[in-house]
């Protein structure tokens, strides 16, 4: 497609579940990042790849999270033992490389994920 | 800690008139400003940038000013128009360091006809 598409749109979950939320980037973007937004906040950093490796997971909150990108397009984020407070939209970002100035990363329309 | 404040939860502006949106910052390694736009249900779309060795940026209706003594950066919109009707993000990057964006709460900016 031509855009970053998220799936699933919506995700409602037990707690305590297990959960997987994916995202394809933009063809050919070697760049990819996930970010959380919760309710009234701007989006929040979680993970930044590189190709296949993770550049920089300095936002994961805690080892619940996981995420993984494991031949450089498609990307799963991964969430164990969910908790109430997991509850938020995650969203995805892709863009064609990093350190060039003026390569703004283009989000999908996020998961929103609710743990009851 | 809120490296990027937006103080303004919202703000309601008259059709054809200045929309003028805020945004300050504590980083002073930032050294990239962007701003982006979201309509509900949709991902944040990337509307202008500046780079900080830039005072302002213009692109059309929009135009970015950043003031990097005050450590402040304004959205000017002219004219708004009810498409302009969204949430607006403010998000800061050091250029020479990390990838990740850092995001303002945002505003939610009402254009009334």
């Known amino acids: 497609g031509a855009g970053v598409s998220q799936t699933p749109s919506n995700k409602v979950t037990e707690k305590g579940k297990y959960v997987e939320l994916r995202c394809d980037p933009i063809?050919?973007?070697?760049?990819l990042y996930w970010y959380r937004q919760s309710l009234g906040q701007g989006p929040e950093f979680l993970i930044y790849f590189q190709g296949t490796g993770a550049a920089d997971d300095s936002g994961l909150p805690n080892d619940r999270f996981f995420a993984v990108r494991p031949e450089g397009s498609v990307s799963t984020l991964k969430i164990q033992r969910t908790e109430r407070g997991d509850s938020a939209v995650y969203l995805c970002a892709s863009s064609p490389s990093q350190n060039r100035v003026g390569t703004e990363a283009f989000f999908g329309q996020g998961t929103r994920l609710t743990v009851v | 800690d809120q490296q990027v404040k937006q103080n303004s939860p919202s703000l309601s502006v008259q059709e054809g008139r200045i929309s003028i949106l805020n945004c300050d910052y504590t980083?002073?390694?930032?050294?990239?400003f962007l701003w982006y736009k979201k309509y509900p249900a949709e991902g944040p779309t990337f509307l202008i940038s500046i780079s900080s060795i830039k005072d302002k940026n213009e692109d059309g209706r929009f135009t970015v000013f950043l003031n990097k003594s005050a450590k402040h950066l304004s959205l000017h919109i002219v004219p708004s128009q009810p498409g302009d009707s969204a949430v607006y993000f403010c998000?800061?990057?050091?250029?020479?360091?990390?990838?990740?964006?850092?995001f303002g709460q945002g505003t939610r900016l009402t254009i009334n006809p």
């Open positions: 063809s050919g973007h070697t760049a």
């Open positions: 998000a800061s990057r050091e250029l020479q360091g990390a990838q990740k964006l850092v």
């Open positions: 980083n002073s390694m930032f050294d990239y």
